[in-house]
């Protein structure tokens, strides 16, 4: 059987009469400050190849803005401007892991993680995702992976499929457990700027610069999906083989891009979390709607833009209600494509604005009393 995450994929854009709650993709505009940079950078020619790690003044003001989110400015020699988020990972999963040296996903999980180290030859073993707060992480079984060989540790805080957060104190701990089995930690950061309280994701990079690669995109906190422009924040011991492998396989980032990237960081754009009330308030919704299909994720933070359903009690499968779902015009992504052990779920993207986000609620809490 294909896997789900694969399948999803390759598949064909949603029909007109369809409403997507199945991808994340913001609907608010790019920032006219953002757009207008782009275009300058087109009306001036500055379309051709730029360094190969991205432009300086953008990678000097990528760790100035890490620096505010985490207190730890990294070298921006060791800030490489990549192709969105997913290139970002990509670089850091192929610097750090082998056939011989697994990879370590919580589960649920983003599925691109275990697809690019299957494609690789990298073997995957998973750790449970907790609900939040102190909760976010199962050490015991992170212990166990790392033991087992594991390399490199991914955490996704806020995380994506459930939306959950990491404690500082729970990153800090994890940092020193990782630490002494000598091993490294991929933080995917992409939604970092988007908790609910307005505040900015913890990251394992305040006491851990040393062995954490940090992903940061422009995607989600800018709405700047079709951009392809994210960065990644290297421990300084893996700056040769990054800079070797994104050179090789990307070339650089958009050059258009990383222009309106630095507009969104000098002072020209909003702020990186200026879209957390929306999703917020989006959540609040899904949640009074939906009732018991959205489990409570406390104790802890919640971020992202994403909802979590659980409908197990019907005894479908998320592949099941996602097709049920789709009869009724609505599409969500299902519980498979994240998770091995999550039967029942699906994931619901609150990406629409008010008007059609709340009949999509009403349609799916209708077709899964």
């Not at 976010?136 to 212990?143: C, S």
């Not at 994506?160 to 990153?171: K, Q």
């Amino acid at each position: 059987m294909p896997d789900s995450a694969v399948t999803r994929m390759m598949a064909a854009a949603p029909l007109a009469d369809e409403i997507d709650l199945s991808v994340g993709q913001p609907d608010q505009q790019v920032a006219p400050a953002l757009r207008q940079a782009g275009i300058a950078a087109i009306a001036e020619g500055r379309t051709g190849y730029t360094p190969k790690l991205g432009l300086a003044e953008l990678r000097t003001l990528m760790a100035e803005d890490i620096a505010t989110a985490t207190g730890h400015r990294p070298s921006p020699e060791d800030v490489v401007i990549t192709i969105g988020g997913t290139g970002a990972v990509a670089v850091a999963i192929a610097a750090a892991c082998s056939p011989g040296r697994p990879l370590l996903v919580p589960d649920p999980a983003w599925p691109n993680y275990r697809v690019l180290a299957a494609s690789l030859g990298i073997p995957v073993l998973t750790y449970r995702q907790g609900p939040g707060g102190a909760a976010f992480l199962d050490l015991d079984e992170i212990d166990r992976g790392l033991t087992a060989g594991a390399r490199l540790v991914v955490v996704n805080s806020p995380a994506n499929p459930t939306g959950a957060v990491a404690s500082a104190d729970l990153l800090a701990t994890l940092v020193d457990l990782v630490r002494s089995h000598g091993a490294t930690i991929l933080s995917d950061e992409a939604y970092e700027s988007i908790v609910f309280d307005g505040t900015r994701a913890p990251s394992p990079l305040t006491t851990g610069p040393d062995l954490t690669f940090a992903c940061r995109t422009f995607s989600k906190s800018h709405a700047m999906t079709g951009w392809r422009v994210g960065a990644l924040i290297s421990p300084p011991s893996y700056r040769t083989p990054v800079a070797a492998l994104h050179g090789t396989t990307a070339g650089c980032a958009p050059a258009i891009a990383q222009y309106a990237a630095i507009a969104a960081l000098d002072g020209r754009g909003p702020t990186p979390t200026h879209h957390s009330a929306c999703y917020a308030e989006r959540y609040a919704l899904a949640q009074r709607i939906l009732g018991d299909l959205i489990p409570a994720h406390s104790p802890g933070r919640l971020g992202g833009f994403y909802a979590w359903a659980d409908a197990s009690a019907t005894g479908l499968t998320g592949l099941q209600l996602t097709d049920r779902l789709r009869q009724h015009k609505i599409l969500v992504s299902a519980g498979e494509v994240y998770s091995a052990t999550a039967p029942g779920c699906f994931r619901i993207s609150l990406t629409q604005p008010a008007d059609i986000l709340t009949p999509a609620l009403h349609t799916i809490r209708q077709a899964i009393p």
